[in-house]
């Protein structure tokens, strides 16, 4: 099958992968799409974090074309989303809510199992992992919105809700990357009252905007925190959701958070110099990680099919697989918020 291969830092081109097959009794085979690129692809492309050569992409969404004999809630002919992990659904994690961190689980498009980045994908412990869409038809708009849901709509969301966000909260957005837009929107249905989200760029702004932001703040670190402080009278937010994973980022969803808030992180963490002193002083706390995103999709996706929500929108840049290199080559020089790919028809 044609599929992204990465092969080193910005070395990213369509090649072949062995056609997936079915392994084990409760695998299904699914027929990519659409597919896409997320910014932790980006610290793989650009070196900054290391990655097998192999398979790459961990969103997708298709059309089930085969399930093992132990699958009962799909059938062949359902469209899924699937969330960027795989999980069992009995494991302890599974239970406690955190399906991302199931003992027996993976993730897509690691180099070794099939990346949503490629025309089939085998996904294993099929009926726990992959979310089943009602329907048949869908325009480019829903499949857009689909696809965010299988990673970063989730993402955005999981910050919001681990930093307890509530209704009439004041809350910051600190990062304007697909994931921090996501969080915007997910802050909104959280209930927050008012947004700042923190974004210097106009494209990223007007979609903040659109997502339920209520200020923005163009400024960065200290400028960008004394703004935020200025804008609630010197308080602080109630809830900072940090989208980034830079000490930048964190030490202003610090400084911005008020006594006794809270810090929901979903950047992946690439910290050299935060500490926890820096929370301490003030009864901040922190919490999140990587999303459980197949706990929040069938509630999000709701919101999708009726039409209340559109996180496709963080799209703006789509292309097919054949120019895959195109896809990440926009993201990396922020001419893309994020790059969509058309992998297969309906």
């Excluded at 085998?122 to 009602?134: E, S």
């Excluded at 923190?198 to 339920?212: N, T």
């Excluded at 202003?252 to 926890?276: D, K």
């Excluded at 990396?332 to 309906?346: H, N, Q, T, Y």
Aim: hydrophobic residues 40%.
């Amino acid at each position: 099958m044609k599929a992204a291969i990465f092969k080193a830092a910005r070395d990213v081109e369509v090649g072949e992968r062995p056609d997936p097959k079915i392994q084990d009794a409760t695998d299904a085979l699914v027929r990519v799409v659409r597919g896409c690129v997320c910014g932790s692809d980006l610290w793989y492309y650009r070196g900054i974090n290391p990655h097998k050569v192999g398979s790459i992409g961990h969103e997708y969404i298709g059309v089930v074309e085969e399930v093992g004999p132990e699958v009962k809630d799909l059938a062949v002919g359902d469209f899924v989303i699937a969330p960027f992990t795989f999980n069992d659904g009995t494991c302890p994690a599974c239970l406690a809510g955190f399906p991302s961190n199931c003992e027996h689980g993976g993730a897509f498009g690691n180099g070794e199992t099939d990346g949503g980045q490629g025309e089939f994908v085998r996904a294993p412990f099929a009926d726990a992992t992959l979310v089943k869409v009602p329907g048949k038809d869908f325009t480019d708009e829903q499949l857009a919105s689909f696809t965010a849901l299988s990673d970063v709509m989730c993402t955005g969301y999981h910050a919001g809700v681990s930093a307890g966000v509530k209704e009439g909260d004041t809350v910051a957005v600190v990062g304007d990357g697909a994931v921090g837009l996501s969080a915007v929107l997910g802050a909104r249905l959280l209930g927050a009252k008012r947004i700042i989200a923190l974004s210097r760029h106009a494209d990223r702004q007007a979609v903040a905007k659109e997502f339920g932001a209520t200020d923005i703040v163009a400024e960065r670190g200290e400028e960008a925190i004394a703004e935020v402080l200025r804008l609630t009278d010197g308080v602080g937010v109630d809830a900072a959701l940090e989208c980034v994973g830079t000490d930048q980022s964190i030490e202003t969803a610090a400084g911005v958070t008020r006594a006794g808030g809270m810090i929901g992180a979903v950047g992946v963490p690439l910290y050299e110099e935060f500490t926890y002193q820096s929370i301490f002083w003030k009864n901040v706390g922190i919490k999140g990680g990587v999303a459980p995103a197949r706990r929040y999709i069938p509630e999000l996706l709701e919101r999708v099919l009726a039409g209340e929500i559109n996180p496709g929108l963080v799209f703006n840049f789509t292309t097919d697989l054949d120019h895959v290199a195109e896809a990440y080559a926009a993201m990396d020089e922020r001419r893309a918020i994020k790059s969509l790919l058309r992998v297969g028809s309906l």
